[in-house]
């Protein structure tokens, strides 16, 4: 488990970016995976969620999950509608004592809090989602909530630079809608490139003067800690586990 330091500091509010450890998955899935779009044993997986839940301090049906689609759909979860299917990737509330998850393998799971207005908020940032907005789109949902803010992030464990590599069409989609994108690629050779999907993000939430913090660890290296689904296709496995990230109010 990897906490911020800063989200930590204020006590209205509990967080935490599981590790794939502490679970009842096998194989593939060992132990904590969370991903209910996963071929795992659901069994297994609901034993999972309810062991997050539980370290949580809730109950299994007060933690909130989306079905994600790297899209840039932002949701806000009202007492009518948390029990729907949220085909969202990303979520904020004022509710008190729910928790809000994302699940990611390589992927950016982003923890959010507006101290000055109690609100909360998660987001999944893939490169999907981050090239479409998905990050500037909750943070000005937050902020239409309230005049004032102030929003902390933390941006938790995701593959790194080093280990993300791309070829010249993904480079190029990125160049031809801003050449300032350059900045986020270095040369591996001439086919490949390597990108830095934290950094992408992060100058997204600082542009929007949200003060944002780290757990700087790679999904894809640290394989004892973390399922990563880049580390996975190059083995040839059959399919991948999901750590999950949690944020509640109260």
């Not at 299917?85 to 809000?100: E, G, H, P, Q, Y």
């Not at 990050?135 to 102030?150: A, G, M, P, S």
Request: charged share 30%; with cysteine.
């Amino acid at each position: 488990m990897f906490f911020s330091k800063k989200l930590k500091s204020f006590k209205e509010i509990n967080h935490c970016f599981f590790s794939r450890k502490s679970g009842f998955s096998k194989g593939l899935y060992k132990s904590l995976n969370c991903g209910r779009g996963s071929r795992d044993n659901k069994k297994n997986i609901y034993k999972n969620l309810s062991y997050v839940s539980k370290k949580m301090n809730l109950k299994y049906n007060e933690l909130v999950l989306m079905h994600q689609t790297h899209s840039n759909r932002v949701t806000y979860i009202k007492p009518d509608n948390r029990n729907n299917k949220i085909n969202s990737d990303a979520m904020i509330t004022k509710i008190k004592r729910i928790a809000l998850g994302v699940v990611t393998a390589d992927c950016v799971p982003i923890l959010l809090y507006d101290h000055a207005n109690g609100v909360i908020g998660c987001i999944h940032a893939g490169w999907k989602g981050a090239y479409s907005g998905i990050v500037e789109k909750t943070i000005y949902k937050i902020k239409k909530l309230n005049v004032k803010n102030e929003i902390y992030a933390s941006v938790g464990p995701c593959i790194g630079k080093k280990n993300y590599e791309v070829d010249n069409k993904f480079f190029k989609k990125f160049i031809n809608k801003s050449k300032k994108y350059r900045k986020y690629f270095t040369r591996k050779n001439e086919y490949k490139k390597l990108f830095n999907l934290r950094k992408f993000v992060t100058d997204k939430l600082s542009r929007q003067k949200v003060i944002v913090d780290h757990i700087n660890r790679d999904t894809f290296k640290d394989k004892n800690n973390f399922f990563s689904y880049r580390r996975s296709s190059i083995l040839k496995q059959k399919d991948y586990g999901r750590c999950i990230s949690v944020i509640s109010l109260g």
